[in-house]
């Protein structure tokens, strides 16, 4: 009896002791040669490493190895991972604030974007979504254009009726406001089905264009900035809070609004880069809008703000976050 006691209490000391050396596993559901997993994920793990105390020590694991796309926040809480990706809106309901960013023109690059969900953290407004878990960034991609197939479209009404890949739910109302609907298309089966013409297009952004290649099947690029998508990396607070001290402040410096402006630093440079090396090769078609034809797409989108609230569980504090994001947006 006295032994199975010692034995548990053993135990118990075990799991309540800081664990002086450690793998720590960071998810991503992009490849490794993806751009979040090569450029934000690995670069952050190559500069935080060094700086931690011998054995504790991140691990990237890419490719969806540890859970599909939608589980990444869950693989987080329920620590089969330490660290991942997450994209709030893959899963409906749970970060519901997060999603103001969907809005159009409430995010035009990933710095705005990263400001809003920042600023709306540092005002408790997204304690419920995120305060389960360490917060290593959140930030945004920027905002996101019409890749379509064939000519391309200049108007709202040119989307009647078409298909077109959806990157959220939010995002197929706001097809629903153009007279177009959404297919839900994990990221990458998009070439497979623009190619076989399940689809007409996709809103997404250019390291999405440039990763699979979609030059080749979506050759005309819409250039109206339309929606957003809200991005976080995510932390189990046990496996925080299990580390030693000193890594435990390595990891508050390098976690929150310093490193999500450098994630949104990094996002926009290669946002105008990849358009940039699209332009200049002629691989792609690029639209551009005149002020009558953005004047168009304005009134279309009028009531875009109104059917995001409206569609919040708690229109109080979504009206709130609204006006938030609007003055850094400075509208």
């Known amino acids: ?97 997060s999603g103001v960013v969907e809005v159009p023109g409430i995010a035009s690059t990933s710095i705005v974007g990263t400001q809003i969900l920042n600023t709306l953290a540092d005002e408790g407004a997204l304690e419920k979504e995120y305060g389960e878990y360490k917060i290593i960034a959140l930030f945004t991609t920027p905002s996101y254009r019409f890749l379509m197939a064939g000519d391309g479209i200049r108007k709202p009404g040119d989307l009647k009726g078409m298909k077109l890949r959806t990157p959220s739910q939010f995002g197929s109302t706001l097809f629903g406001l153009l007279g177009a609907s959404g297919v839900t298309i994990p990221a990458p089966q998009v070439y497979e089905n623009l190619e076989r013409g399940v689809v007409s297009g996709a809103v997404w952004v250019m390291d999405a264009y440039k990763t699979f290649r979609l030059d080749e099947v979506a050759p005309s690029i819409t250039t109206v900035r339309f929606t957003a998508q809200p991005m976080a990396i995510l932390m189990n607070k046990a496996t925080y809070e299990s580390l030693p001290e000193a890594d435990r402040k390595v990891l508050d410096e390098m976690s929150g609004r310093t490193n999500a402006e450098w994630v949104a630093s990094v996002v926009d440079a290669a946002d105008a880069s990849i358009e940039a090396d699209f332009r200049s090769g002629g691989k792609a078609k690029f639209i551009e809008l005149t002020d009558a034809e953005k004047a168009e797409w304005d009134a279309a989108l009028a009531g875009a703000a109104d059917a995001w609230v409206a569609a919040q569980s708690d229109a109080e504090a979504a009206a709130k976050a609204l006006a938030t994001a609007r003055k850094i947006a400075g509208q």
């Open 1 to 97: 009896m006295l032994k199975t006691i010692m034995s548990t209490l053993a135990a118990t000391l075990l799991l309540t002791l800081p664990v002086s050396a450690r793998e720590m596993r960071v998810s991503s559901h992009e490849p490794q040669q993806g751009f979040y997993s090569s450029k934000i994920l690995q670069a952050w793990i190559d500069k935080i490493n060094p700086k931690l105390s011998e054995g504790n020590q991140f691990k990237l694991y890419p490719g969806a190895i540890l859970g599909a796309p939608p589980a990444q926040a869950e693989l987080v809480k329920n620590g089969v991972a330490d660290v991942a990706l997450v994209v709030p809106t893959y899963t409906p309901g749970v970060f519901p604030l």
